[in-house]
């Protein structure tokens, strides 16, 4: 009983030795960096396993959710991505128009203007319920992760392109037009 026991227990040494060793000789290369597409993907996961970035980088999957942009000029200021945010991370202000404003690339009128248009991809948690929602499919997932910072403030990323003085004009413009409209009814 003893003996077998011994024996069991030296087996069982040489064992972790053998796979420390391996590990050992395998850590003398660096990890190849694949692609998680290629099909022996796990099978070759031998060698270093850090990556030394951001000199080196791992391949990313075409589908992978990352920094979000938002073609400001497909955009129709609905809202609806902003409502959709789980978490609250996207600011939109309108303005709406006495008048249809343009279209956008897949035909859609726009009647409104966006005063403010900011993500906060700090807080977003990249479930990408925003990209699902919108009419236009103008706000997007890139594939652009590398963006750390020390200040939090740089992650609010704004894609409005109206300046303070054409949101001041567009707004009274509004103004007027609706003190037209009521003028109007009065007569
Ligand atoms: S990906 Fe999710 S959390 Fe991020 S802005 Fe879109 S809806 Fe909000
Ligand atoms: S859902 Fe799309 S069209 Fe509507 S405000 Fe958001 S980005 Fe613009």
Same mark, same amino acid.
Request: a neutral charge; proline letters at 3%.
């Given at each position: 009983?003893?003996?077998?026991?011994?024996?069991?227990?030296?087996?069982?040494?040489?064992?972790?030795? &053998?796979?420390?060793?391996?590990? &050992?000789? +395998?850590?003398?290369?660096?990890?190849?960096?694949?692609?998680?597409?290629?099909?022996?993907?796990?099978?070759?996961?031998?060698?270093?396993?850090? =990556?030394?970035?951001?000199?080196?980088?791992?391949?990313?999957?075409? =589908?992978?959710?990352?920094?979000?942009?938002?073609?400001?000029? %497909?955009?129709?200021?609905?809202?609806?991505?902003?409502?959709?945010?789980?978490?609250?991370?996207?600011?939109?202000?309108?303005?709406?128009?006495?008048?249809?404003?343009?279209?956008?690339?897949?035909?859609?009128?726009?009647?409104?203007? +966006?005063?403010?248009?900011?993500?906060?991809? +700090?807080?977003?948690?990249?479930?990408?319920?925003?990209?699902?929602?919108?009419?236009?499919?103008?706000?997007?997932?890139?594939?652009?992760?590398?963006?750390?910072?020390?200040? &939090?403030? %740089?992650?609010?990323?704004?894609?409005?392109?109206?300046?303070?003085?054409?949101? +001041?004009?567009?707004?009274?413009?509004?103004?007027?037009?609706?003190?037209?409209?009521?003028?109007?009814?009065?007569?």
């Amino acid at each position: 009983m003893v003996l077998k026991t011994t024996i069991q227990g030296f087996l069982t040494a040489v064992k972790g030795l &053998l796979l420390t060793v391996r590990h &050992l000789f +395998a850590a003398r290369k660096s990890r190849e960096t694949i692609d998680i597409r290629d099909e022996k993907y796990f099978e070759k996961q031998e060698g270093v396993t850090t =990556v030394q970035y951001p000199k080196e980088k791992m391949p990313i999957p075409e =589908v992978g959710r990352y920094q979000l942009h938002v073609e400001i000029d %497909d955009c129709i200021v609905c809202d609806l991505c902003a409502k959709a945010c789980p978490v609250d991370c996207i600011a939109i202000e309108s303005i709406k128009s006495p008048e249809a404003i343009g279209k956008t690339s897949d035909g859609s009128v726009k009647r409104l203007y +966006a005063a403010q248009f900011d993500i906060d991809m +700090a807080k977003c948690m990249y479930c990408g319920l925003c990209t699902v929602v919108c009419p236009t499919e103008c706000i997007t997932m890139t594939n652009q992760y590398d963006k750390s910072t020390s200040k &939090l403030t %740089d992650l609010i990323y704004g894609f409005t392109e109206m300046t303070t003085e054409e949101v +001041a004009q567009r707004k009274e413009e509004w103004t007027r037009f609706q003190a037209e409209k009521e003028a109007a009814k009065k007569k």
